[in-house]
Each structure stands twice: as structure tokens, then as C-alpha cells.
């Protein structure tokens, strides 16, 4: 089983960045993906300063590979994408945009998260279409993904979200910029304030939901840290990146997929609770259960 | 000045079919009584007979009639989604509407004469994406997702040879369709899997004393005081607390308008402008369909301005009595 370093959803000041992806070039993840995924006026981290990074965990041994936006609407948003493109890494495809370029180019690239792939016959064929690699919707239940794999007729390998705040949705509206009154194009970048996100909790008080730009993600952390014995046809687990602990968090999973001791620490790593409802085939905001 | 669109309305029922095509839709969509399409509610949608009334009336009047299969078929169930394309087709539909790329592939292969839209579920926002779909199903006709400015529909319409459908009219998703699991986190199914969203089966109203609480699956969406109007908790249109301060933190209830901007919309060249609605009554569809089609065929006029009459027949019908342009106008984002 890999484990995999999964895109970085906030927005992070540069210089941290820099040092969390210069921690993570030492633990034990087998792949890195790199870049923006949320919004293009996101600018702490340049693509140049991307590539950087990519080049530096290359040579820490790390795969790695650029993750694509998943919401592209504007024709910066394209450009954009055409250069992820021609960097000469391989691609993370969020959006059905960026596997028409990866086609178009020739090039292998992961079926992320967002494509929609429920199905055998859909796997296969984005399989043909170039795809090395996917990961199945995050609304997926280990039964179902069990049962796309029993479908599909193609050598692809799988990879399943297995630890952080979900992205749930995507909108053109800003709901940070909403929660701060301001308009989308005038943001103030004030995602950079909230490095994990702005918690949205219903009129009694139960945190439910994830401000987080345009994007909407649970409030609680997914997390499949109990259900680890039972991963028959999963190749690799990814961890999504939060401000704290993801060293730890990764250390831990990799000493429990390699049958050594180990703890986890939920109520420090992930506050704001653990979900697995999704992987066990009930409403995601279902807590985890131990086993 | 471009043709003029296409209008697209919505039917739950042959009612609703009808009621639309006499007053004045163009094209009428519908789907399955079953889990293949986004609008899976009780009491709605077409079995076999139905669809083939349905084409019947539609066709001795010229009009056309769309069938919906737009959510993904799930692994293990994919001949039942195979199969109602081959309904489809067999029934004489004059196209599917999809989004799965399985289930295009196989309605490409299968019926190479049927015409393929790429639902509004396909989630395309860009021009790159439509294309796809494009080269590798021959997909007609793209619905795009309500996420997108009307500088950004031009751009798209510029660098696609796939006509290009809007939504004109209805409630308003104020999430990119098709990327937004919201619902099945709280309640397990979702418009992809189930052709749900915030179903009814898990609203649950509880009065408080005189407030009134709206829960989706146990969790509050919305808490009502003495004498405000209580909508439906759908759950991104709900009040949530965001560091104290309590707001529609995402969206208010509210509905799509697009008839101040139905020149622009012509303008640039979209084909179609489609009404949102197949789980709403015969009478709402005929009000819907009679004042877009007297706008749309103002809207070709130079001196065109919305009329007072229209915005009064669209106001009661709205979510919330509130309406917006959504996207389409960049302050909205």
C-alpha cells in the first residue's frame, strides 16, 4: 500500500509552504501533488515556484505530480492548465478540460477525485483515455469501489482519500469573500487568514461545514484510520494536507499499514472530529466507529 | 442579431408535457420514473406510455421532446441506465440528455443516430471540456453549469462548435452541478447517485414554540421565527453560524431570472434557454413557459425591456418570492 500527499486546499502564506513541503520531502509518502486546486487568485506560490517544488521532491525520491484546478472557468484559468500540461510532470486531472489536454498531449495522467467515475465501463474508459491512475468519488463507499473495480476490464491503479476535510462543492461565488461582505474579484485574499478553513456550524451549534473560498468542505475530518484492515484492491491511500500534524498523521498510517504499533491522536490531530460514514456506505458526516 | 434560442422547458408529468407545449416550449425534457435522472421524486416522471404520448403530442405540434438521464449509473445497475437509453431511443425521443462518460460512450456506440446533449451534471465549464465530449461521443448540445459569467459563455460559444444551453429560468444551484456532494454528507444520497438532493424523505419539521425548526437528516438548516415565511432546508440555502455572525451562509432561498439579459443571451449566441422544474405542477409550467416565450420572442427587439406583468407572474413563483441573476452577473460571485 503508498501513501500519497494529496493537494493543498488553503491558503497558505509562502514561506510555510516552502518549509511544510520541505518536511514533507522526508516522510514516508511514496507521491506528492503539487499546485493549486481551488482558486487562481491564489498567487503566495507561482507555478514557477511549483515546479521548484516539484523538482526538489523529485529529487527526494517522490513521484510527483501537478494537481489541475478543479473548477475552470476563465481563460486564465486555461492557460493555466496548458502550462501544467507542458510542464513535463505528470498531471492530476480535476475537470473533463484538463483530460482533453492530457489526451490531446499523449500523456498518463490521475484521474482525480471530481471526474465522476462510478462506474466500470466510465473507468475504462478514461483507462483508454490516458488515465494511469484514479481516485473514486469522495461520496464512494468501499462497497462500491470494490464493485467498479470488479467491472472494469483495464490495468489502472486506485487511490482513495483517505484523511482530511472533504471538498464536498464548487461554486463561482466566494464564501469567504461572502462572510467578509466583499466581492469575489476585490477578495483580500482573506482565505490567508484561515488556514484550515472557516467553520460553519449550524443555529445549535454543530459544526457541519467548511468555508474555504469556493469551496465547501466538511467541517469534520474523513478519516479511515479504523477501517485500514479491509483495502482489497486499494494500492494507495492519500492524506490531504491540514496546518497541523500531517507528519505525524502520515507517520502514523504508514506504521499501521506496515503492522508496527501505532497510535493515533484524534482529538489532537483533528479537533473538530472524524468521519467515515462515506467509506461504509452511509451519509459522510456519519462519525467513525472503532472495529 | 443571432437566431433565436430554443425554449426549453421542464415536464414531471404528460400534464405538465401539455402544458408546456401549448403555451409555447419548444422542447420539452423529462426523465424515468426511476434513479437515472436528477429529478427522482415520488409521484413524478414518465414510464414507457407515457414518453410515448408525451412524443406523440409533441411532435404533431413540431415541438421536441429530450429525456434526461443525467446521473451516474452506479456500478453493479449500469444495465438499468444502458437500458433506458435503449428505451430512449426506441421510443423516438429526438435525444438524451447525459453526463455520465460511460453512458455517452455507450449511446454513441450503441445508437449513433441518437443526438446527445451533455447534461448540466457533466459539470463542463470550459470550452475544452465541451470539446471533448464533442470528439469523442459527437455530444450536440452542452447545458452549462450556473457558474459562469455571460463574458465567459461568449468565450465558451467562440471555441466550441456544440450549440450551447443556459439556464433562463428557476431554482437557482449556487454550486457547479454535478460537483456538489453536499447532500450526500448529510443525508447519504446525492443528485449523482440517487438524482436527489436534500430529499424529502429526511426533512423533518419541528415546531419550537412558535419558532419552527427545519432539519435535513437531524441536522438544523434553518430555524424560522413567528410569522416568517418557512422554506423548504434545502441545504445550502439555510442560515448557518460562520464566527458568530448567523447569515445564508452560502445562498438565500432565492431563484435564477434571466430576462433582463435575454438580449445579451441572444446576442451571443446561445441555443437554447432552458427552464428549470420537472418536480413543479402543470400550473407553475404553464406560467413559466408563457412569459419566457413572450420575452424571448421580444428580446430580438431593439426596444426591449421587461415588462412589469412578466416579473409579476415569475415573483410568487420564485424560491423565497427573491430572484437573481446569479453568475451571470459578476457582483453575484
Known amino acids: ?291 | 442579431m443571432s437566431a433565436k434560442p430554443q425554449l426549453v422547458c421542464p415536464a414531471g408529468s404528460l400534464p405538465a408535457l401539455k402544458a408546456a407545449i401549448d403555451h409555447g416550449a419548444d422542447t420539452v425534457y423529462l426523465g424515468f420514473r426511476n434513479a437515472t435522472n436528477a429529478r427522482n421524486f415520488a409521484g413524478l416522471n414518465f414510464g414507457d406510455a407515457q414518453i410515448r404520448d408525451g412524443v406523440a403530442y409533441a411532435h404533431a405540434r413540431g415541438r421536441e421532446v429530450l429525456v434526461a438521464i443525467n446521473t451516474y449509473a452506479q456500478a453493479g445497475r449500469v444495465a438499468d441506465w444502458h437500458r433506458a437509453i435503449d428505451q430512449a431511443a426506441d421510443l423516438g425521443v429526438d435525444a438524451v440528455i447525459l453526463a455520465d462518460l460511460g453512458l455517452l460512450a455507450y449511446a454513441h456506440r450503441t445508437h449513433p443516430q441518437l443526438r446527445l446533449h451533455l447534461s448540466v451534471q457533466g459539470s463542463a465549464t470550459n470550452a475544452d471540456a465541451i470539446n471533448l465530449a464533442h470528439e469523442c461521443f459527437g455530444v450536440r448540445r452542452a447545458v452549462l453549469p450556473r457558474v459562469l459569467t455571460l463574458p465567459q459563455v461568449e468565450a465558451v460559444i467562440g471555441k466550441t462548435p456544440v450549440e450551447i444551453e443556459v439556464f433562463g429560468f428557476g431554482s437557482l444551484c449556487v454550486m457547479a452541478e454535478g460537483r456538489c456532494i453536499l447532500s450526500s454528507y448529510a443525508t447519504g444520497q446525492s443528485p449523482n447517485t440517487h438524482g436527489v438532493c436534500s430529499p424529502a424523505g429526511f426533512v423533518r419539521w419541528e415546531p419550537q414554540g412558535k419558532a419552527m425548526d427545519a432539519r435535513l437528516a437531524g441536522i438544523l438548516i434553518d430555524r424560522y421565527a413567528e410569522g416568517e415565511p418557512a422554506g423548504y432546508p434545502t441545504l445550502c440555502k439555510g442560515r448557518f453560524d460562520v464566527e458568530g455572525d448567523t447569515y445564508y451562509a452560502l445562498e438565500e432561498p432565492t431563484s435564477l431570472n434571466t430576462l433582463a439579459v435575454l438580449p445579451e443571451l441572444i446576442r451571443i449566441g446561445v441555443a437554447a434557454i432552458k427552464v428549470e422544474g420537472r418536480q413543479r405542477s402543470p400550473a407553475y409550467v404553464t406560467a413559466v413557459t408563457r412569459t419566457l416565450r413572450a420575452a424571448i420572442d421580444a428580446a430580438g427587439d431593439a426596444r426591449y425591456s421587461v415588462r412589469p406583468a412578466w416579473l409579476d407572474t415569475l415573483a410568487p413563483l420564485s424560491e423565497g418570492h427573491q430572484q437573481t441573476l446569479g453568475a451571470y452577473n459578476r457582483p453575484w460571485r
Open chain 1, 1 to 291: 500500500m503508498q501513501l500519497t500527499l494529496g493537494p493543498l486546499l488553503y491558503y497558505w502564506p509562502r514561506q510555510t509552504v516552502l518549509d511544510f513541503y520541505a518536511e514533507a520531502a522526508g516522510w514516508p509518502v511514496d507521491t506528492v501533488y503539487l499546485g493549486e486546486v481551488v482558486c487562481a487568485r491564489r498567487h503566495e506560490l507561482k507555478l514557477a515556484d511549483w515546479l521548484a517544488l516539484a523538482a526538489d521532491l523529485s529529487g527526494a525520491g517522490k513521484a510527483v505530480v501537478l494537481s489541475s484546478q478543479a473548477l475552470l472557468e476563465s481563460s486564465g484559468d486555461l492557460i493555466g492548465l496548458k502550462k501544467l500540461i507542458e510542464s513535463g510532470f505528470a498531471i492530476e486531472a480535476n475537470d473533463l478540460g484538463a483530460v482533453k489536454l492530457a489526451r490531446d498531449a499523449g500523456r498518463p495522467f490521475v484521474a482525480g477525485p471530481h471526474l465522476n467515475i462510478y462506474n466500470g465501463p466510465t473507468l475504462d474508459w478514461f483507462a483508454e483515455a490516458g488515465a494511469s491512475r484514479w481516485l473514486p468519488p469522495l461520496e464512494a463507499s468501499r462497497d462500491s469501489v470494490a464493485a467498479v473495480l470488479a467491472e472494469k476490464t483495464r490495468p489502472i491503479a486506485t487511490e482513495v482519500f483517505a484523511h482530511g476535510r472533504l471538498p464536498l462543492a464548487f461554486s463561482a461565488r466566494c464564501f469567504t469573500a461572502r462572510h467578509y461582505d466583499l466581492n469575489k474579484d476585490a477578495c483580500e485574499f482573506k482565505c490567508i487568514d484561515h488556514p484550515d478553513g472557516l467553520t460553519m456550524a449550524t443555529r445549535e451549534g454543530q459544526d457541519f461545514l467548511c468555508i474555504n473560498g469556493i469551496q465547501t468542505m466538511s467541517a469534520a475530518c474523513h478519516a479511515l484510520w479504523h477501517d485500514l484492515g479491509d483495502l482489497a484492491g486499494i494500492d494507495a491511500l492519500r492524506i490531504s494536507p491540514q496546518q497541523h500534524h500531517t507528519g505525524e498523521i502520515v507517520a502514523a498510517y504508514a506504521a499501521k499499514l506496515a503492522g508496527r504499533p501505532a497510535t493515533a491522536d484524534a482529538a489532537c490531530w483533528n479537533p473538530e472530529g472524524w468521519v467515515d460514514g462515506y467509506w461504509r456506505g452511509e451519509a459522510g458526516i456519519h462519525p467513525t466507529q472503532e472495529h
